[in-house]
């Protein structure tokens, strides 16, 4: 970090003794900065766990680093998904529920980085805003804090992506979490996901059949940490 030059004309007792405001303020500062948070937005990685190396088994489809989102264009150069540790476990009970009955999980986005927040409202309409269906990146999304994650389910028998309502990132009302249309197919797994997840103490989105919050997630930092452009 840059040292502001107003440090070499300090007077010298605040050097020595009690420290001055000035002082408590730049230690402030200094300490803001060696933590790696700007803005109130973390940029360190620190317990955002990797879910395919907790567990390798989990399928992702991770909509973001390809252009099969409603942007048409790859946001994260490298697929990977992340989550805080306590989501992470929790998921990984979810899908060991849902092996159980048939059923794995299928991971379209986790933590997300506060930039790529960003990138989807600049890409969404006036009225997909207005609707709610991307995130204000002022307040910044869930995701950013690493505890809401985007799924669906996989048919372990028949080896495919389970029928649900709508396509991932559908902004309609067919995609919202109590909508009554659809094949029945659909509505009993989705039906199956949101019980499986409500166990496991995640929270829905009415809008949004696939997005889940974990319990306290208003309570974790927001991050612009991201996993591509990393120096070794
Ligand atoms: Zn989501």
Redesign the pocket.
């Known amino acids: 970090m840059i040292v502001p030059r107003a440090l070499g004309g300090l007077p010298a007792a605040s050097r020595a003794g009690t420290p001055t405001l000035f002082g408590r303020i730049l230690g402030l500062l200094i300490l803001l900065a060696n933590s790696g948070c700007h803005d109130g937005i973390r940029s360190s990685r620190e317990d955002l766990l990797d879910l395919s190396i907790l567990q390798p088994a989990l399928r992702l489809d991770l909509r973001y680093a390809t252009a099969n989102n409603f942007t048409g264009h790859i946001l994260y150069p490298s697929p990977r998904a992340f989550l805080l540790a306590p989501t992470a476990h929790a998921l990984l009970s979810v899908e060991e529920d849902l092996k159980r009955q048939g059923y794995g999980l299928l991971i ?2 986790a933590y ?1 980085p506060q930039r790529i927040t960003q990138a989807l409202f600049d890409s969404a309409t006036p009225q997909q805003r207005r609707e709610g269906y991307v995130a204000d990146p002022s307040k910044g ?3 950013n804090r690493g505890c ?3 799924l669906g389910l996989w048919d372990l028998q028949q080896q495919q992506v389970s029928l649900m309502p709508t396509g991932f990132d559908e902004f309609s009302e067919r995609a919202h979490s109590d909508a009554s249309k659809g094949p029945t197919e659909a509505l009993l797994n989705r039906e199956r996901l949101r019980s499986a997840m409500a166990k496991e103490g995640f929270k829905e ?1 009415p809008n ?1 059949w ?3 919050d974990d319990r306290d997630c208003d309570s974790h930092p927001i991050r612009d940490w991201v996993w591509w452009d990393q120096t070794p």
Do not use: C, N
Request: proline share 0%; aromatic share 22%.
């Open positions: 379209y986005d997300r999304s869930r995701h809401a994650v985007d989105l949004e696939w997005h889940f």
